[in-house]
Nanobody
Framework: HVQLVESGGGSVQAGGSLRPSCAASGFTVSTYCMAWFRQAPGKEREAVAAVVTDGIKSYTHSARGRFTISKDDAKNTLYLQMNSLKPEDTGMYYC????????????????WGQGTQVTVS
């Protein structure tokens, strides 16, 4: 069955970097649309970055230029390199996967990890 396991969150000072990872099993990341979502305390979950099967990447405005989403097909793992972190980047970061391109464009992901906490002070 499909499983997503995030790791690599943590606490850093503003300006620092983190690289959460998402280990996938039960499917191949190269054949799915993959994304990172963030949920800050008291706020709705929002998409931060996504990569579709043809490699095209997209980012929310606040992440553009600071974050990079990538996949390692050999390790079947998704990453989010986060640089120049700001306190407003604080939140729970979730990895998501979806096989349907249509659902992906609607940010309607069918598979989710348990999340990894990122705290920027």
């Amino acid at each position: 069955h499909v499983q997503l396991v995030e790791s690599g969150g943590g606490s850093v000072q503003a300006g620092g970097s983190l690289r959460p990872s998402c280990a996938a099993s039960g499917f191949t990341v190269s054949t799915y649309c993959m994304a990172w979502f963030r949920q800050a305390p008291g706020k709705e979950r929002e998409a931060v970055a996504a990569v579709v099967t043809d490699g095209i990447k997209s980012y929310t405005h606040s992440a553009r230029g600071r974050f990079t989403i990538s996949k390692d097909d050999a390790k079947n793992t998704l990453y989010l390199q986060m640089n120049s972190l700001k306190p407003e980047d604080t939140g729970m970061y979730y990895c998501a996967a979806e096989s349907s391109p249509l659902r992906c464009t609607r940010e309607d992901f069918g598979y989710w990890g348990q999340g990894t906490q990122v705290t920027v002070s």
